[in-house]
């Protein structure tokens, strides 16, 4: 087994998802590698027409070929092919703070972690450029809603910007197959409660040449209807609560002009409206019926991934 440079006794594993990043990939391995120099870098190639590779090989960096398309994807290779005590993940961009890696990795040893979020902050001369309003009122959005949701206290939940333990990579499922990935990170930390925190790091622009593969509009949906999957998945009886709730009010809105009538006059002329009444209760109950099946199910299946998660060594930690 090879022998790695640890970092305060950690072997500290750089992964890198990348796609079509030649401009800067170079760039983000070589200030990796500066700033901690222990650092084993692992660049994961997804599915590039430029040079990405080369470029990452010509810095140091281990590169390996993902042939899925997204960085969900990428993400599920990339904790099965590396094993380290500590995880970083940080995009090819260049736009995370190379120097804060310190400050994620320490903060994750020393108050015993499972993940640590880079929150970004960005200088207000280049935030137009760098992070878009928009960007940064769909990240407060979508964040928001999480931990309305979920719980936690998550104020950048969009970041690709962090570090994790062996125990959180090796558990963490990875179904999502797209930029909705940062979404399922969240959650699963969130689902198992695990302890996790987050350091303020500097956001920069993209170097010319570079472009965001993020698209707003599309992503978006894509995340936001990871959440709505995510809240059916995880909390079940809530989520089918609600919509039977919604149910058996317009049933009892529609029932209750016509048993109105029906005391009056003893006749039910509007049958077609009872009749549908009825079916909407009938839906309702059916809809709190599969909350409570898939809500045991779901318990069982956390309970599951609790106990593989608390039987995955994090070694020292």
């Not at 305060?8 to 998802?17: F, S």
């Not at 698209?215 to 909390?235: N, P, Q, W």
Request: aromatic share 10%.
């Amino acid at each position: 087994m090879q022998e790695h440079v640890r970092y305060r006794g950690k072997h500290v594993a750089l992964v890198v998802p990348c796609h079509n990043e030649s401009t800067t990939i170079y760039q983000v391995v070589s200030e990796f590698r500066t700033a901690m120099p222990e650092l084993d870098i692992w660049v994961f190639d997804n599915l590039s027409t430029d040079n990405t590779r080369e470029q990452a090989q010509a810095a140091g960096a281990t590169v390996i070929a993902v042939n899925e398309k997204g960085k969900g994807n990428v993400v599920r290779r990339m904790f099965a092919e590396v094993n380290a005590d500590v995880y970083v993940m940080v995009d090819g961009d260049a736009t995370y703070e190379a120097r804060a890696i310190h400050k994620l990795v320490d903060k994750l040893i020393d108050d015993r972690l499972d993940m640590v979020v880079g929150c970004r902050r960005v200088a207000a001369e280049i935030a137009e450029k760098a992070y878009r309003p928009g960007h940064q009122f769909g990240n407060k959005l979508l964040t928001t809603s999480v931990t309305k949701i979920f719980g936690g206290r998550f104020t950048d939940m969009l970041s690709g910007y962090r570090a994790f333990t062996r125990r959180y990579a090796k558990s963490f499922p990875a179904l999502a197959r797209g930029f909705e990935t940062e979404t399922e990170l969240t959650v699963h930390a969130l689902e198992l409660r695990m302890p996790y925190g987050e350091v303020t790091t500097v956001y920069g622009e993209r170097p010319e040449g570079s472009e965001s593969k993020l698209s707003t509009y599309k992503d978006g949906v894509r995340i936001l209807a990871t959440i709505i999957r995510l809240f059916m998945r995880e909390k079940p009886l809530f989520f089918f609560g609600m919509i039977s709730l919604l149910f058996f009010i317009v049933s009892l809105g529609l029932f209750l002009p016509v048993l109105a009538q029906y005391f009056s006059t003893g006749l039910v002329p509007r049958l077609p409206t009872a009749v549908l009444s009825a079916v909407l209760m009938l839906a309702g109950f059916l809809s709190l019926a599969c909350g409570l099946i898939l809500d045991n199910v779901t318990i069982g299946r956390q309970e599951n991934k609790r106990l593989f998660y608390l039987s995955t060594s994090n070694r020292d930690f």
